[in-house]
């Protein structure tokens, strides 16, 4: 069965980095686009940013670019969120996503806490 779970999240102070993962495991991870949802404390979910099944292109929000960046390997399914200059507007729960045989399949999340 499709799974997705993520790792790399935890507690950071305003200006710090992180670099989020996501291993997927159940599909051929290699033919699907990847993306990154997160969700703030009685807010709605968000997308952050997809890529495409080979890297080859790459999508933000508009609240993620310049200090977003998503890649993925694919020799260890794998696709990660790395993101910099943190702010305490980051506080949420990050999600990795796949699309595929008309559903949405989610990990549990990691939860990206921005304090100091």
């Known amino acids: 069965q499709v799974q997705l779970v993520e790792s790399g999240g935890g507690l950071v102070q305003p200006g710090g980095s992180l670099r989020l993962s996501c291993a997927a495991s159940?599909?051929?991870?290699?033919?699907?686009?990847m993306s990154w949802y997160r969700q703030a404390l009685g807010k709605e979910r968000e997308l952050v940013a997809t890529?495409?099944?080979?890297?080859?292109?790459?999508n933000y929000a508009d609240s993620a670019k310049g200090r977003f960046t998503i890649s993925r390997d694919n020799s260890i399914n794998t696709v990660y969120l790395q993101i910099n200059s943190l702010k305490p507007e980051d506080t949420a729960v990050y999600y990795c996503?796949?699309?595929?045989?008309?559903?949405?399949?989610w990990g549990k999340g990691t939860l990206v806490t921005v304090s100091s």
């Open positions: 996503n796949v699309g595929l045989r008309g559903m949405d399949f």
């Open positions: 159940g599909f051929t991870f290699s033919s699907y686009a």
């Open positions: 890529i495409g099944k080979t890297g080859g292109w790459t």
